[in-house]
């Protein structure tokens, strides 16, 4: 009923910065909160998240450096990245809790995930 596709991911050296995209699509009614997840050796941990309203929250690890940011109108939310770490290294998934239309025009209310983009921070 809805996909999520990430983009921007790559390899940087620590203290550089990198950007995250990830739009939602499909027969999408309403998208609540969206939010990006990290995955590294079989552990998966919240980064970020931000409501329809806007408001964020931040892991207490990238406070200060990422910045969560959405597009209501264009069903897109960024994650900035600055002054990355060897730590921050991982594969980020875009999360959303999306209410869509299937093909029976039932409403469906999903905790959705995208295919991860790998973040590789390293000299």
């Known amino acids: 009923q809805a996909q999520l596709v990430e983009s921007g991911g790559g390899l940087v050296q620590p203290g550089g910065s990198l950007r995250l995209s990830c739009a939602a699509s499909?027969?999408?009614?309403?998208?609540?909160?969206m939010g990006w997840y990290r995955q590294l050796l079989g552990k998966r941990e919240l980064v970020a998240t931000i409501?329809?309203?806007?408001?964020?929250k931040y892991a207490d690890s990238v406070k200060g450096r990422f910045t969560i940011s959405r597009d209501n109108a264009k069903n897109t939310i960024s994650l900035q990245m600055t002054s990355l770490k060897l730590e921050d290294t991982g594969v980020y998934y875009c999360?959303?809790?999306?209410?869509?239309?299937?093909?029976?025009?039932?409403?469906?209310?999903?905790?959705?995930w995208g295919q991860g983009t790998q973040v590789t921070v390293s000299s």
């Open positions: 499909g027969r999408i009614v309403r998208i609540d909160d």
């Open positions: 409501t329809s309203g806007g408001n964020p």
């Open positions: 999360q959303a809790d999306i209410l869509a239309l299937n093909g029976n025009e039932e409403y469906v209310a999903s905790k959705s």
